[in-house]
Nanobody, 116 residues
Framework: QVQLVESGGGLVQPGGSLRLSCAAS????????MSWYRQAPGKERELVAR????????TYADSVKGRFSISRDNAKNTVYLQMNSLKPEDTAVYYC?????????WGVGTQVTVSS
């Protein structure tokens, strides 16, 4: 069955870095657009970064441009989110998403907390 398993979250000080990973299985990973979303307490889920299939074109939320970087390794069926210069407002649960046509899959999320 389809699985998206996020890892790499945790507690980090402001200005620090984390790298999130999302390991996928149960579908043809290379054919799917992969995205990271986040949801902070009391707020709606928002798109953080997206990377398309085949061309690996990337899109970022304005709030993370220049600080976050999304990448994918189709040989390992894994998508990454490198997060640098983290701010307290980056605190949220981060979710991995795979999308292709009507197929839309989600992971259970990983908590990222930015605090001193």
């Amino acid at each position: 069955q389809v699985q998206l398993v996020e890892s790499g979250g945790g507690l980090v000080q402001p200005g620090g870095s984390l790298r999130l990973s999302c390991a996928a299985s149960g579908f043809t990973f290379s054919s799917y657009t992969m995205s990271w979303y986040r949801q902070a307490p009391g707020k709606e889920r928002e798109l953080v970064a997206r990377i398309t299939s085949f061309t690996s074109s990337t899109t970022y939320a304005d709030s993370v441009k220049g600080r976050f970087s999304i990448s994918r390794d189709n040989a390992k069926n894994t998508v990454y989110l490198q997060m640098n210069s983290l701010k307290p407002e980056d605190t949220a649960v981060y979710y991995c998403n795979a999308q292709r046509f009507r197929y839309d899959y989600w992971g259970v999320g990983t908590q990222v907390t930015v605090s001193s």
